[in-house]
């Protein structure tokens, strides 16, 4: 899923995410209820309509921002107190609010309130969160805009619920023997990809997903590098939502067969190569390095935008390719033709 935490993947339009073949969207219930708000996008008929998208949507619950205002929150039983971040106004998020707010959104997946813990982070306050996170899901689903319902713009939405504790095992597959006794309609991998190693990464998910039902979705919230998402499928993973291709991609980094290309490296003042000469992406097929060095050099958005398209593309391929190698077998295969993952220097 291609992040578009307001309503908008930064510096791609619908059209262009539809036509590299995007099926689904996220965006954030915390950034949408502060602006424009979701009580006016329900208004105009939701956010498939106000956003110009005829695809699937989720909207994230919003725990995760709340999780990063360390500064501006207060967690209680009913919810988490904090102040926003744009004119720091006191608000508060419950599990059925949030709720309410996915329901105002119109997403076809919404997901449940769930406190994300840092890392490291203490067995005792791993438990307690995770607990709370049951107990939110549980109010989320009984909530008067319940699972199932018609939300705004006559989408029927689906609750997924967030597997979470922390790092350690026993919490994990509690978490996610839990989740699954709830019976929801999906199921998410929460709290991971903020600061733990690879292998840890890697081992926590294979905990949850020897837990979770094969028959129902399962995603990794917030990940990754190629790498990491060929990682995730490997051990039992279906969905996927990260910034890196849009937030590297306006800084001018680039993900190709050949590897991550800083394309504001002086060596390619005068590159007249694509940037992935094995790409069939339109930038790919009429521009050049130089060029794009150019753009980015000149601070011209022309650049930013050219590389966020193209890394979607890689993106929207490289998913492509998983399926297809998952369809013939040969997912272990995938492996070793995926490109080193150091930067360009």
Sequence with gaps: MPVGTQGTVKGASVGDLSAMGYHLLLANTY????????????????????????????????????????????????????????????LFFSPESVMEIQHNLGADIAMAFDECVPYPCDRAYAQEAMERTHRWAVRGREAPRVSGQ???????????????????????????????????????????????????RNDCIEWCTAVLPEDKPRYLMGVGTPRDILDAVLRGVDMFDCVLPTRNGRTGQLFTSQGVLNIRNARYAEDPCPPDPECDCAVCRNHSRAYLRHLF???????????????????????ERIRHAIAEDRLQALEAELPAESEDT
Excluded: C
């Design 31 to 90: 950034h949408l209820h502060l602006r424009p708000g979701d009580a006016l996008i329900a208004r105009i008929g939701g956010l498939h309509r106000f956003v110009g998208w005829n695809g699937a949507l989720l909207t994230d619950s919003g725990g995760f921002q709340v999780f990063s205002l360390t500064e501006l929150r207060t967690v209680e039983e009913d919810g988490i107190r904090f102040r926003s971040h744009l004119d720091g106004s006191a």
């Design 297 to 319: 050099n000149s601070r011209e958005m022309l650049g930013p935008i050219l590389a966020t398209h193209h890394n979607l593309h890689f993106y929207a391929r490289l998913m």
């Design 150 to 200: 018609k939300a705004a713009g006559g989408w029927p939405q689906a609750l997924f619920g967030i597997v979470q504790g922390a790092t350690y095992r026993d919490l994990r597959e509690q978490s996610a023997r839990f989740l699954t006794d709830v019976d929801l309609p999906g199921y998410a991998i929460g709290g991971l990809a903020v600061g733990e190693d690879r292998q840890l």
